[in-house]
């Protein structure tokens, strides 16, 4: 027997009306499009804050390896009284101000300083002699009347790892530091596991007269003691600093703006780089080198409302722009001994000089967030500076 149907009373239960439903459905897209907002400004400061913190990241990382750069330049190593040869074309140290960015597009730095200074470096490691006694210095050959044999100029030096003696190359400096006597690996060295055996100074080198020091066909001046530390060194070296688009994002058809480290053997007509080019950062948008000879009262390179002089190049940019600067700087504050960058080669390291490096980088993307009216989507630009007086600022060359 089948039991009759309830009905539902205005007390009991039923389902939600169309009305009711299309009021929730409303008040639900409203939060939801709340919350969409919240996540969508929440990931834009995401993205925002770790561009941030990666454009600092490379800004100090680069100021640091160029300041490390900058404690080594004008050092000489072989002979500490004779500076290289010089030419205003190549000096030991000079600055080529807002020098044009081959390649630069709309949205790229339009120029950069070129910074170039003479080094020489030492490869890093030091190692222990181990034969040379039977060597006859040149003293000892003159009263002797004999001709030096190879054993003279032929050792043996420990350097601790294969690796090492491996860096060794014909060319090199082995500067012995029982004396500090300097010489020229003038042949390909030969490595037995950890240690190397070289011979030095048993011929001319063309770059003898360049760096005042190296092999001019005579031995050693002195011998050495085994045990003694001795230390190797690219001797001549020329470094340059500046911005070039690499392409090194397959993204970007005209490149990437990227601060390089080139370096080279010095000559005094020309740059040309030797060894592998070093990207020191990407997405740089400005590298500047002020300099200053009055403990940061007025820098070279500035004008007085504090922007970048527009002067250019060799002759106009730093020979009568910032090197005059300077020149006026020192007649008025100068040490009496160093009164002009034009008196002594080896200014730069004679005379208290503070660096001032300006480095901009910009943002990996274009974002909307960093955009305008006139440019929806733009970079994000980030400059930092790093003030400093390089190690050996105001040593004299006695």
């Known amino acids: 027997m089948s039991r009759p149907r309830r009905r539902t009373g205005a007390s009991g239960t039923r389902g939600f009306s169309l009305v009711e439903l299309l009021v ?69 140290f000079f600055i080529l101000p807002n020098m044009a960015v081959a390649s630069a597009g709309f949205d790229d730095p339009p120029t950069s300083d070129e910074l170039y200074f003479y080094v020489d470096q030492p490869l890093p490691f030091e190692g222990i002699l181990l034969t040379g006694t039977t060597q006859k210095s040149a003293a000892e050959l003159v009263l002797s009347g004999g001709a030096p044999v190879a054993a003279d100029n032929t050792f043996t030096v420990e350097c601790g790892n294969g690796s090492y003696a491996n860096l060794v190359k014909s060319g090199h400096l082995m500067l012995f530091k029982d004396a500090w006597e300097a010489a020229v690996i003038t042949s390909a060295p030969t490595v037995s596991g950890s240690q190397l055996t070289v011979t030095v100074g ?9 760096t005042g020091s190296g092999a001019t066909g005579v031995v050693l001046g002195r011998k050495h003691r085994l045990g003694s530390s001795v230390l190797f060194a690219q001797a001549a070296q020329m470094v340059r600093y500046r911005i ?46 002020l300099l200053s000879a009055n403990g940061g009262a ?59 490096l300006d480095v901009t980088t910009r943002t990996a993307v274009k974002r909307s967030e960093y955009g305008s009216k006139a440019s929806p989507l733009a970079y994000r630009t980030f400059t930092q500076s790093l003030v400093f007086v390089p190690r050996h600022s105001g040593l004299t060359m006695n």
């Open 202 to 210: 048993t011929g001319a080198l063309a770059n003898t007269a360049i």
């Open 24 to 92: 929730a459905l409303v008040f639900t897209m409203v939060l939801m499009a709340g919350m969409g907002n919240v996540y969508r400004a929440s990931l834009s400061s995401f993205y925002t804050s770790g561009e941030s913190i990666s454009s600092a990241r490379r800004n100090r990382m680069s100021l640091d390896l160029l300041a490390d750069d900058l404690n080594q330049a004008c050092m000489y190593l072989a002979d500490l009284a004779v500076p290289p040869a010089t030419s205003a074309t190549m000096q030991p």
């Open 244 to 289: 070039e688009l690499l392409k090194v994002d397959p993204g970007s058809a005209s490149g990437v703006p990227c601060l390089v480290r080139d370096q080279g053997n010095y000559l005094d007509t020309s740059f040309t780089a030797t060894q592998a080019q070093q990207i020191i950062a990407e997405d740089v948008m400005g590298f500047s080198v």
């Open 298 to 356: 007025s820098w070279a390179g500035l004008t007085a409302s504090g922007t970048k002089a527009s002067y250019s190049g060799a002759s106009t940019g730093w020979d009568l722009g910032l090197r005059t600067e300077l020149d006026a700087q020192l007649a008025a504050t100068g040490r009496a001994d160093v009164l002009s960058t034009r008196a002594t080669a080896s200014w730069f390291r004679a005379t208290p000089i503070l660096v001032r």
